[in-house]
């Protein structure tokens, strides 16, 4: 499953069910505040915040050389990046931290904290998995006026982004993509516009001074309609047979990038 929409709102599933799991976790916390000890409450606050702070600077730790060249994208949590373990280990710490003094209560942070793992869990296990659409057929003008048949690239595996110039989430990803289509080489690039006629396209790329190849104009969505992608940007992940592996919906940041491009040079 590509995404869940609520309304304007637009979910991919592990931002989901990290959602859920926290929403999980803080009512737990909340009945065994009622019902225990109401030092419960204080503390689950406290640890989801850890496991949030943690969890990120896990990730930017792990992708230590991507973040020093741009710090400013160790904010830029909309992009998503935790590092789960880190924070596991930072709900430990400020629960032990917090409970010191009252270690018969520690076996009940348990409670929530099995609860929510078993929601992120089912939620993950529950959309698991894309089915292996095949390219599109027919054929696309792509903005160099030749004619593409997304068909016939096979043989290589493909990143395939859907984008708008009128999507605020696709204009801020969209240099870091045309930089790493510009130097990866373990992956073909195609940049399949929705909705836009030729001269918005080109205008917008010159103001922005982005060289991105090819670019297919898709004024039906054709595309979007293909892989049922229900918002952009989205990012499909496809593999040397031509059949769709993944799909990252919303904006993507350079270490899920390469991430899903290794997962299709391992095959």
């Known amino acids: 499953m590509n995404a869940f929409t609520i309304g304007p709102l637009m979910f991919s ?5 990290a959602i859920l799991a926290i929403g999980t976790f803080l009512g737990g916390a909340e009945i065994l505040a009622r019902t225990v000890d109401s030092r419960f409450a204080g503390w689950s606050w406290r640890a989801a915040l850890a496991f949030l702070i943690a969890a990120r600077i896990g990730h930017v730790l792990r992708h230590f050389d991507g973040f020093a060249a741009e710090p400013w994208r160790v904010l830029a949590v909309w992009q998503g990046g935790f590092m789960i ?13 917090h409970l010191r003094r009252h270690p018969r209560l520690l076996l009940w942070t348990a409670v929530p904290a099995a609860a929510a793992a078993f ?16 390219l599109p057929s027919g054929s696309y003008t792509s903005l160099a006026g030749a004619e593409v048949t997304p068909s016939t690239l096979t043989g290589k595996p493909m990143v395939i982004n859907l984008w708008a110039s009128w999507c605020p989430p696709c204009r801020r990803e969209m240099p870091m993509m045309a930089d790493v289509a510009a130097t990866n080489e373990e992956a073909a690039f195609l940049f399949v516009n929705q909705g836009e006629n030729e001269g918005t396209v080109q ?42 592996r993944s799909v990252h919906m919303g904006e993507i940041s350079r270490e ?3 991430t899903g491009i290794g997962k299709l040079r391992d095959e």
């Open 85 to 97: 373990p880190a924070g596991i280990a930072g709900v430990a710490a400020i629960t032990l931290l």
């Open 203 to 244: 205008a917008y790329l010159e103001r922005e001074g982005l060289t991105l190849d090819p670019v297919l104009l898709d004024g039906l969505g054709r595309f979007s309609r293909h892989y049922t992608t229900p918002g952009l940007p989205a990012t499909l992940f496809i593999g040397a047979d031509g059949r769709l």
């Open 119 to 134: 929601m992120a869990t089912l939620v993950i296990q529950l959309t698991a998995g894309v089915p292996p659409t095949p």
């Open 256 to 258: 899920a990038l390469l």
């Open 13 to 17: 599933p592990d931002r989901l069910a």
